[in-house]
């Protein structure tokens, strides 16, 4: 009864519209026809009703990676094939180039492609072809790093292996050139190559001669005297393998005497320049240990064995006179100039050849050098200072005349020709062509522009002092005037007006600073006489 209410009172309630219900389709999917579906075609293949990013994903990480090895591949072969082919091109250099055999007759004539540096036995130039590649390489890594530096910052390095020495030294903690180091490594093992070559038969037999007497170069300028122990020991190996005949003993035998004054053996020292000088002469050298070298009455007519006596002799009187045997000394070095005066000199050097000139200069520049010796003989002697003077004033115009015709410059500086001692030019003025560009004479050309610099230097400062202590009025005027060539030729070139200068190449610290310390005390005197 109740729900026959409730369903009554709910109808009135409810609105008089309706939604029409939405009418429901039938679909029917299936064809009207029962044939089978066609099969697909075999070239293509049903796609998966979703796409697996996971799997893109995967293989665009693996394309990328396998993309970048392979770049990654051919770029570091391209960097290798490059650098093998610059490290080989810079060898092959080398070998065809910087080692090539002398072909400047002028050279030949005046013997300068003599004196150069040997680094195989052979006279065709370039390497030992026994030697192998290693052994080849390593010869000319020691050029490499000797002429062109080893690429770094770092110029010295703590301790060497180049030592064994005669008493079988091991290293020692000592500031060493790092140049010199690893030239003498690269060489240690070029000869440990050649001694092997050497059991087969196929080494040249001058080859081993020649890295020796490299490596002793090389040792001997690093100073310690382990060092010089060690080069002496190279040296005797060099001379016994030359038997003790012709000029290039004399020179190795010059070498011998220079390095055992260095190292304290006097009596070896003056033994060993007695051979050379005997040598040199074109006599047995067979001296005795305890013969005095005797200075022969003529030259020989080898320019470089002339070369070789010259340079002997020059030992010879800084030996007496660094010992204190002024008699000797004084004797040696007045027989010394005597007998370097017969030897011919061309009237003009501009028109001598260049071989011809490099030699007559060579021989001038070591005759100032004996003069400067015997002017100090001579003053220790108690002599008159002039004469001391005059030596000096010959040893410095010599070696002026040396350095103004390698670098080809005038007398006279254009911004002083009125001065009685004209400026001298920059100390940084380079060699001519004619011998920079030479194989065999730009580095002898070079070694004695810097010692005729040198000379010329320690000449005028000598001057300076002796002029200084005179008794005349201008005395200190004219001392100051040899200063101040003293510091043109040390290096003073590049000094601005009125600022302290710098020592230039070749000029060690020690004497540009007694050079300038005189030229300073010398201004000072003379600016009081002129405020007076």
């Known amino acids: 009864m109740m729900l026959s209410r409730a369903r009554r009172r709910l109808a009135a309630t409810l609105p008089r519209y309706a939604f029409p219900r939405p009418s429901v389709v039938a679909r029917r999917y299936a064809t009207n026809d ?39 591949a051919v770029g570091l072969l391209a960097v290798t094939v490059t650098s093998w082919t610059a490290f080989e091109g810079a060898h092959l250099w080398v070998e065809n180039v910087a080692l090539a055999a002398e072909t400047d007759e002028d050279a030949k004539r005046w013997e300068w492609d003599l004196e150069a540096d040997k680094w195989s036995g052979s006279p065709n130039g370039g390497t030992d072809p026994a030697l192998g590649f290693s052994g080849r390489h390593a010869v000319r890594s020691a050029w490499m790093v000797l002429y062109w530096g080893t690429g770094s910052a770092t110029n010295a390095i703590v301790a060497s292996k180049a030592y064994t020495g005669r ?16 030239a003498q490594e690269f060489l240690r093992i070029a000869l440990e190559v050649a001694e092997q070559a050497k059991t087969k038969g196929r080494l040249h037999p001058m080859t081993i001669t020649a890295l020796l007497a490299r490596r002793a170069d090389v040792v001997s300028r690093m100073g310690t005297r382990n060092a010089l122990d060690e080069a002496r020991s190279e040296y005797e190996r060099v001379w016994s393998n030359l038997s003790g005949q012709g000029v290039q003993a004399a020179r190795i035998a010059l070498k011998l ?59 010879l009187s800084a030996f007496y006179a660094t010992t204190g045997q002024l008699r000797q000394a004084q004797a040696a070095e007045e027989s010394a100039l005597n007998l370097l005066r017969s030897i011919p000199s061309p009237q003009s050097f501009d028109e001598a050849s260049p071989g011809q000139a490099l030699h007559s200069l060579y021989i001038l520049h070591r005759s100032s050098i004996l003069s400067i010796h015997l002017a100090e003989v001579l003053y220790a002697l108690r002599t008159k200072p002039a ?24 007398p006279t500086h254009p911004d002083a020709p009125g001065s009685e001692i004209p400026h001298p030019p920059a100390s940084e003025t380079p060699l001519t062509e004619n011998y920079a560009k030479s194989k065999s004479m730009s580095g002898p050309a070079k ?76 201004r000072e005197v003379v600016r009081n006489q002129e405020q007076k």
């Open 34 to 72: 029962n044939k089978p579906p066609a099969p697909l075609p075999d070239d293509v293949r049903p796609t998966p009703y979703l796409n697996d990013s996971f799997a893109s994903h995967t293989m665009f990480t693996v394309d990328f990676f396998r993309r970048f090895l392979k770049y990654t």
């Open 167 to 182: 008493h079988g030294e091991g290293p020692t903690l000592a500031p060493i050139d790092a140049t010199l180091e690893y």
């Open 257 to 315: 005497g220079d390095l055992n004054r260095r190292l304290g053996d006097t009596e070896d020292a003056l033994a060993w320049w007695a051979r050379s000088i005997q040598l040199a002469a074109g006599k047995p050298g067979v001296a005795a240990p305890n013969t005095t070298p005797a200075i022969p009455e003529t030259v020989p007519s080898s320019p470089l064995a002339q070369r070789t006596l010259v340079s002997a002799l020059v030992s």
């Open 387 to 410: 004469t001391s003077v005059d030596w000096l004033t010959r040893a410095a115009e010599s070696s002026e005349r040396v350095a103004l015709a390698l670098t080809g410059l005038p």
């Open 447 to 522: 070694n004695l522009l810097r010692d005729a610099r040198r000379t010329a230097a320690e000449a005028w400062n000598l001057i300076g002092v002796l002029t200084e202590g005179g008794k005349s009025a201008d005395a200190p005027a004219k001392a100051l005037e040899c200063y101040e060539r003293a510091l043109g030729w040390a290096g003073v070139g590049r000094d601005k007006a009125g600022g302290i200068g710098q020592p230039g190449e070749g000029t060690l610290e020690s004497d540009w600073q007694t050079f300038w310390a005189n030229y300073v005390r010398a």
